[in-house]
């Protein structure tokens, strides 16, 4: 079996975000960047399928800037065996992501896609169904654990309700949830290593996929401050207020 | 369980000024060594903060053409103020009654975080392998007692000491010479100033912490290049310190303040005087209507020459302020931490070339223009100890008078950490409540440094006695821990009419004043899990 792992770079999640004082997006320069916490997850559920024999390959794709480069190395650094960075420059939208991802596995016929079930910039959590579509798999979403059968997934989703258990036959798309596992470190000898690992660059027009944004972004804004909290002095006076003031109850 | 080892020809922990510089002259030397430097922030820069006036001249040597490497190094000092603050007022000092090592004109206000992202592009290029993530945590030794090198720290550990699932073996890292640039402070800088007795016959090392806040501000009050200072209010005459207000590109302001570590009275929070210093008239008035985007604060190293220990020891080099290379009256440690650097490359390159001993090490340093610098610099610090009008004096007469030449080396007498009065001596401080808007408390403070550290790992503050913030510290200094953490890591808190002391150590900047300032040297700073700490950008 083979997995592809879509992973994305974006700003650090520790970081607080500024918005640009012209309101056209947020700062990124000298901002720390990393992987996209799930996207971790997701590389680390293949890597683990992986070493128990279950799968011969993983390879992690990344769609973004040259810088992007960084990311896929991590993917190496903790287990993939290759990378491809697809170069796009500025804002790419799901669906144009998705169409990238559709024709890498038209190419790398991989038996499974994995990626994480959002990214933390934008939270769309779109890529992965819209990949679905436009390759008529199955898919399973918000993957907090998976067992791989013979021909099939058997994946537990974290939905609103609880927790859910579906099979989805192979090929199919798997987007995965924090809880799915603990990603690894990489360790300094596997860095080194990861530096030797092929990562083959593509760029949009390559595979002939328009990236121009659908959508147009018109004004980035922080949102308003919270306002100071209250104390009350008893469980009627809470009551009250919740009924009255709030009006939540 | 055997360990995986790593051999280098040179292995440099930290990747700050000295560190980089140290790797770039190695390769620049011989392009064959194996060299690699070992950083304990998730990215070049991530823990380095600095006011910073950047004077170029260690970095005309290393890279002449710095200019055409599209350096972040741009805004000139076009403009230069000193002033006198008391409560209400400010007195402009003329700048030509300052003495020389105080002028700028030639500098250029930078963020040192992106001096040394470049810098390590810099190195990369030259093939020297730079690991961010992973803290050097112990010095490894051979049998004859030379260092053999480093290992790196244990990851996927929980708070009690166990293994994780994801536990991950540090690593041994072999070479034949280990450089020591963490910074001030640093904990295995700290080891090896005690095992080889590096600051025998030398003063006590003396500290201080500065703060740094970058603001955006009101394009009316932004003046490019502009570079003030200020010293006096709110700090009383007997406590070492002062501002900085750099005008940067962008309509930002770095504005900072250092406080020396040597303070008497323990009711005083650092941070809180920092808070306070904002609301002098002449202060607010520049920051007014501006926003506040960055906040950090970091130990730096004051004691000069007389504190400054042996930099040679076997196998290994101990340099920038990791030995305590800072010109303090210059209010300056960039230049001179990359120029004990590049001397560390030189030497090293010899050593191993040439079977030089590293020794050498001295005699280079003293021939160059850092000792002469240092040299110079050295009776500034010390006459602070008379207060703040008395040093004025004295410094205008060394320094303007006779150039930093008189006869004498005045000698730094007491420890930081030995200069506490007991707490109901001293006068209690009663500052004003944070308005959010020019001053702000330590918790969204800290929030705006981007720190974390993963959950569920041992805590990396160690106390040697567990009870004495308790049974001691409370008692006699009122535990000065609360104050002097610019982080808010260290609290006492109530529990049953029972006071505890709780360390919130996932909220600490890896600025080390604890390890410094701890009356009793209780305190032990040791690295935590890899890429812990804050993510600073521009500082």
């Keep these: 079996m083979k997995i592809l792992v879509a992973v994305k770079r974006v700003i650090d999640y520790n970081v607080q975000i500024r918005v640009k004082e012209d309101g056209s997006g947020v700062v990124t320069d000298n901002v720390k960047m990393s992987t996209n916490p799930p996207d971790d997850n997701a590389i680390e559920e293949a890597v683990k399928i992986k070493e128990s024999g279950k799968a011969k390959e993983v390879i992690a794709v990344s769609v973004g800037e040259e810088k992007a480069q960084d990311t896929v190395r991590k993917a190496l650094a903790v287990g993939a065996d290759r990378g491809i960075l697809v170069k796009v420059d500025g804002i790419v939208e799901p669906l144009a992501v998705s169409k990238i991802l559709q024709k890498i596995v038209e190419k790398e016929k991989p038996d499974l896609v994995f990626m994480g079930k959002q990214a933390i910039d934008d939270d769309c959590n779109q890529t992965g169904q819209m990949l679905a579509a436009l390759l008529n798999w199955p898919q399973a979403t918000f993957a907090s654990k998976i067992n791989v059968k013979d021909k099939s997934l058997e994946v537990t989703r974290e939905v609103d309700e609880g927790l859910e258990t579906i099979e989805v036959n192979v090929p199919a798309i798997v987007t995965c949830d924090l809880r799915l596992n603990e990603p690894r470190y990489a360790s300094l000898p596997n860095i080194m290593k990861a530096k030797k690992k092929p990562i083959e660059q593509l760029s949009a027009s390559d595979l002939g996929v328009d990236t121009k944004p659908r959508i147009e972004q018109i004004k980035v804004e922080e949102p308003p401050k919270r306002k100071a909290g209250i104390k009350v002095a008893s469980v009627e006076e809470l009551v009250q207020k919740l009924k009255n003031e709030a009006k939540v109850i | 369980m055997s360990r995986e080892t790593m ?24 392009a064959n060594l194996n060299v690699c430097v070992l950083e304990k922030a998730s990215e070049i820069g991530a823990h380095i903060l600095s006011g910073n006036v950047f004077e170029t001249r260690a970095l005309d040597e290393l ?21 006198f603050l008391s409560k209400n007022k400010s007195l402009s000092w003329p700048t030509w009654l ?13 963020s040192l975080a992106n001096l040394c992202r470049w810098l390590a592009e810099q190195a990369e290029a030259l093939g020297v392998e730079i690991f961010p993530g992973f803290p050097a945590s112990e010095i490894l030794y051979n049998v004859d007692g030379s260092i053999k090198g480093v290992s790196t720290q244990d990851m996927g550990i929980d708070k009690e000491g166990n293994k994780k699932d994801s536990y991950e073996p540090g690593i ?46 009101d394009e009316k009050n932004h003046e490019e290049g502009l570079v003030m200072h200020s010293a006096g209010w709110p700090l009383d005459n007997n406590t070492y310190g002062g501002s ?31 808070q306070r210093f904002k609301t002098h008239p002449a202060i607010k008035r520049i920051i007014d209507g501006g926003k506040r985007i960055s906040y950090g604060a970091r130990a730096l190293i004051e004691g000069g020459l007389q504190s400054l220990p042996k930099m040679f020891m076997p196998g290994g080099l101990l340099i920038g302020c990791d030995a305590g290379t800072l010109n ?16 560390a490359g030189e030497v090293i390159y010899e050593h191993l070339k040439n079977n030089k001993d590293l020794s050498i090490y001295e005699e280079k340093f003293k021939k160059s223009w850092v000792y002469d610098e240092l040299f ?26 006779f150039r930093g030449k008189l006869p004498f080396t005045l000698k730094h007498k007491h420890a930081d950490h030995e200069t506490l009065k007991q707490a109901n001596e001293m006068p209690k401080i009663d500052y004003p409540k944070p308005d959010n808007i020019i001053t702000f408390d330590k918790t969204s403070s800290v929030y705006l440094t981007g720190t974390n550290h993963a959950d569920n790992q041992p805590v990396h503050l160690q106390l ?49 004043t604890c390890d410094i300032k701890e009356p009793s040297q209780n305190i032990i700073w040791v690295t935590p899990e890899g890429g812990g700490g804050p993510k600073y950008g521009n500082m």
């Design chain 2, 7 to 30: 051999e280098y020809d040179v292995v440099i922990v930290g990747g700050g000024p000295s560190g980089l510089s140290t790797a770039i002259k190695l390769k620049q030397l011989d």
């Design chain 2, 63 to 83: 890279i002449p053409n710095w200019k055409e490497l599209n350096s972040p190094i741009k805004t000139k000092v076009t403009k230069e103020k000193f002033l």
């Design chain 2, 98 to 110: 300052l003495p020389s090592v105080q002028k700028n004109h030639n500098n250029y206000i930078i």
């Design chain 2, 172 to 217: 041994d890292l072999k070479a034949k010479v280990t450089v020591f640039a963490e910074g001030c402070r640093g904990h295995l800088g700290k080891q090896l100033i005690k095992k080889f007795n590096l600051n025998n016959g030398k003063d006590p090392q003396q500290y201080g912490i500065g703060f740094k806040e970058i603001w955006e501000i």
């Design chain 2, 244 to 274: 900085f207000i750099y005008h940067a590109e962008n309509k930002q302001v770095f504005l900072g303040y250092v406080i020396g570590l040597d303070y008497k009275n323990p009711h005083l929070s650092p941070f809180d005087e920092f």
């Design chain 2, 328 to 343: 303090m009256p210059k209010i300056k440690g960039s230049h001179t931490a990359m120029k004990s650097g590049i001397i």
């Design chain 2, 376 to 401: 110079r610099a050295r009776n500034v610090k010390p006459s602070f100890s008379w207060g703040l009008i008395l040093g004025v004096i004295f410094t205008g007469i060394d320094q303007i008078l």
């Design chain 2, 464 to 512: 040697k006695d567990p009870n004495l913030p308790i049974s001691h510290n409370l008692i006699k200094y009122d535990e000065p821990a609360q104050r002097y953490c610019p982080a808010g890591v260290y609290e006492i808190q109530k529990e049953n009419d029972v006071n505890k002391f709780v360390i919130n150590s996932q909220n600490c900047i890896h600025c080390k």
